[in-house]
């Protein structure tokens, strides 16, 4: 588990943990020294801290993956890195095209097993649609690495589908002049959907991680999204903002479609779809669901009157066989709020950061 104090000296490991700290750390230390650097012509600048950026019209996003161990069930390091990489360019509403595959490799990893790793990126680019087109190969001394690490960069192009989602947007909303799915998005009144259930994946790595045997069937739920994705901005359209919930969880996604879009957040705790085992193994460890990671997942803020549209889309597909409509968008309060199964209301902060540790 994540120890729960930062150090004001050294690193941590809850400066990678995804919830305030992390948050507080990338505004304190990266984006002082890189947040005024200027994109020439248009485009989501980093210090929008969006899943992605965009520089013209393509969108640009690196992302490293430290997951341990790197077998874990229903996955791997390999299936992770593409699926991470592929999901953040997606909701920004672009369509994945290439990436980059940078390998630092551990001394002593079986080659037996760096040959099941690419096979899964091979696996998990085919699956997208992507291809692996640039790279690099590091090797480091043994230390605690656990293997290896894998960062993948890509690359995301515009789309028809996009077009299409934002002019039905502007159907509804004749102000909107946004170009892309940014979590500054949200207005009053829209409605919130998760495609899935939550916290599989980080339960899935924690059972892992220290040999627990949860019961239940627990799979970590990492896939590539981005089909699914340019398929409802298309055939569905009305998106406004998407976030993949990863570490920290809905929790910190919430809370982070909150402070950017400046808006409140209602949240029904009986519509958040939650596996019978996971639910389980967050009791039995104290664990809040909400702030499990995700890796297979996506929140999406949507006009209100695309939201049963897009809810019938994404239950039609094997994705989204468990999507809900969770919530509202409000200016009747600021931050997330949700309404309790026994009908009481729960301030959901932004998590300290999730509590397990290297989930991604
Ligand atoms: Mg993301």
């Given at each position: 588990?994540?120890?729960?104090?930062?150090?004001?000296?050294?690193?941590?490991?809850?400066?990678?943990?995804?919830?305030?700290?992390?948050?507080?750390?990338?505004k304190?230390?990266?984006?002082k020294?890189?947040?005024?650097?200027?994109?020439?012509?248009l485009?989501?600048?980093?210090?929008?801290?969006?899943?992605?950026?965009?520089?013209?019209?393509?969108?640009?996003?690196?992302?490293?993956?430290?997951?341990?161990?790197?077998?874990?069930?229903?996955?791997?390091?390999?299936?992770?890195?593409?699926?991470?990489?592929?999901?953040?360019?997606?909701?920004?509403?672009?369509?994945?095209t290439?990436?980059?595959?940078?390998l630092i490799?551990?001394?002593?990893?079986?080659?037996r097993?760096?040959?099941?790793i690419?096979?899964?990126?091979?696996?998990?680019?085919?699956?997208?649609?992507?291809?692996?087109?640039?790279?690099?190969?590091?090797?480091?001394?043994?230390?605690?690495?656990?293997?290896c690490?894998?960062?993948?960069?890509?690359?995301?192009?515009?789309?028809?589908?996009?077009?299409?989602?934002?002019?039905?947007?502007?159907r509804?909303?004749?102000?909107?002049?946004?170009?892309?799915?940014?979590?500054?998005n949200?207005?009053?009144?829209?409605?919130?959907?998760?495609s899935g259930?939550?916290?599989?994946?980080?339960?899935?790595v924690?059972s892992?991680?220290?040999?627990?045997?949860?019961?239940?069937?627990?799979?970590?739920?990492?896939?590539?999204?981005?089909?699914?994705?340019?398929?409802?901005l298309?055939?569905?359209?009305?998106?406004?903002?998407?976030?993949?919930?990863t570490?920290?969880?809905?929790?910190?996604?919430?809370?982070?479609?909150?402070?950017?879009?400046?808006?409140?957040?209602?949240?029904?705790?009986d519509?958040?779809?939650?596996?019978?085992?996971?639910?389980?193994?967050?009791?039995?460890?104290?664990?809040?669901?909400?702030?499990?990671?995700n890796?297979?997942?996506v929140?999406?803020?949507?006009?209100?009157?695309?939201?049963?549209?897009?809810?019938?889309?994404?239950?039609?597909?094997?994705?989204?066989?468990?999507?809900?409509?969770?919530?509202?968008?409000?200016?009747?309060?600021s931050?997330?709020?949700?309404?309790?199964?026994?009908?009481g209301?729960?301030?959901?902060?932004?998590?300290?950061?999730?509590p397990?540790?290297?989930i991604?």
């Open positions: 588990m994540v120890e729960l104090t930062p150090s004001e000296e050294y690193i941590t490991m809850l400066y990678g943990a995804g919830g305030s700290v992390m948050h507080d750390f990338i304190k230390y990266i984006l020294f890189f947040g005024d650097l200027e994109i020439q012509g485009g989501i600048p980093l210090k929008a801290l969006d899943d992605a950026a965009a520089v013209g019209d393509i969108v640009f996003k690196s992302d490293s993956h430290v997951v341990k161990p790197i077998f874990f069930p229903g996955g791997d390091i390999g299936r992770l890195a593409v699926s991470g990489t592929v999901n953040d360019i997606s909701v920004m509403g672009a369509q994945p290439a990436l980059a595959c940078g490799l551990e001394e002593g990893l079986p080659l097993d760096l040959q099941r690419l096979a899964s990126i091979r696996e998990t680019c085919l699956e997208a649609g992507v291809a692996i087109v640039t790279g690099d190969t590091k090797v480091v001394e043994k230390s605690g690495l656990g293997g690490l894998v960062n993948t960069s890509g690359i995301g192009v515009r789309t028809e589908s996009l077009e299409k989602n934002i002019s039905v947007v502007r509804y909303r004749p102000d909107f002049r946004e170009r892309w799915i940014l979590d500054s949200l207005r009053p009144g829209d409605k919130i959907i998760i259930t939550i916290g599989d994946h980080g339960i899935a924690l892992a991680q220290e040999g627990l045997d949860f019961g239940g069937d627990i799979k970590s739920d990492v896939k590539p999204l981005n089909k699914i994705i340019q398929r409802m298309g055939e569905v359209g009305g998106v406004v903002s998407m976030k993949d919930p570490r920290g969880g809905l929790a910190d996604a919430l809370n982070e479609f909150s402070e950017k879009s400046n808006v409140g957040i209602i949240i029904y705790e519509k958040i779809p939650i596996k019978e085992p996971v639910r389980a193994a967050c009791e039995m460890l104290g664990l809040d669901p909400l702030e499990i990671g890796e297979g997942k929140v999406i803020g949507v006009v209100k009157e695309k939201a049963e549209e897009a809810l019938e889309f994404l239950r039609s597909t094997n994705e989204g066989r468990d999507a809900e409509i969770i919530g509202v968008v409000t200016d009747k309060l931050g997330v709020a949700m309404e309790t199964i026994i009908g209301k729960r301030i959901i902060p932004r998590p300290i950061g999730d397990i540790p290297r991604c």
